[in-house]
């Protein structure tokens, strides 16, 4: 299950699609292979720039036996101590936007990884023209 958290001003009326464009897990012996490619599209209906910030997770273990390669992020800042991808973006009026991020976890099979579901977050800044 996904979950979208939304931190959007007022009256913002930013236009957010997110959406799991591929998902496979599969098993090769002991090793459990979940590759994810996930599509965030934006869009910006006024006649403003407006600015966001997005940030997605990713999953991350301190455990060596969990990795994570990461194929695509589409130019984000990667925070590894919070495990998010960030972008920090300038939509001009009416522009659309599509962010891409793709990453394979491998893990042995029988562990259980908590948080493997992603979390989108974005911020608003006040409209105002840049």
């Known amino acids: ?7 959007v001003e007022r009256n913002i009326k930013v236009g957010i699609n997110r959406s799991i ?10 090793t459990i292979y979940d590759t994810r490619t996930i599509n965030i599209k934006l869009s910006n209906p006024w006649k403003k720039n407006i600015r966001l910030i997005v ?25 590894f101590n919070s495990n998010r991808l960030i972008w ?25 990884i908590i948080g493997i579901q992603n979390v989108l977050q974005i911020q608003t800044y006040k409209r105002k023209t840049l």
Not at 1 to 7: F, G, N
Not at 55 to 75: A, C, G, T, Y
Not at 89 to 111: A, D, F, M, T
């Open 21 to 30: 464009v591929f998902h496979n897990v599969y098993t090769n012996g002991k």
């Open 88 to 112: 920090n973006l300038e939509l001009k009026p009416k522009e659309i936007r599509n962010l891409e991020v793709k990453y394979k976890v491998v893990y042995p099979q029988g562990k259980q």
């Open 1 to 7: 299950m996904d979950t979208l958290y939304l931190s």
């Open 55 to 79: 940030e997605e997770m990713i999953p991350n273990s301190k455990d060596p036996k969990v990795q994570l390669e990461l194929f695509e992020n589409s130019d984000a800042d990667i925070d």
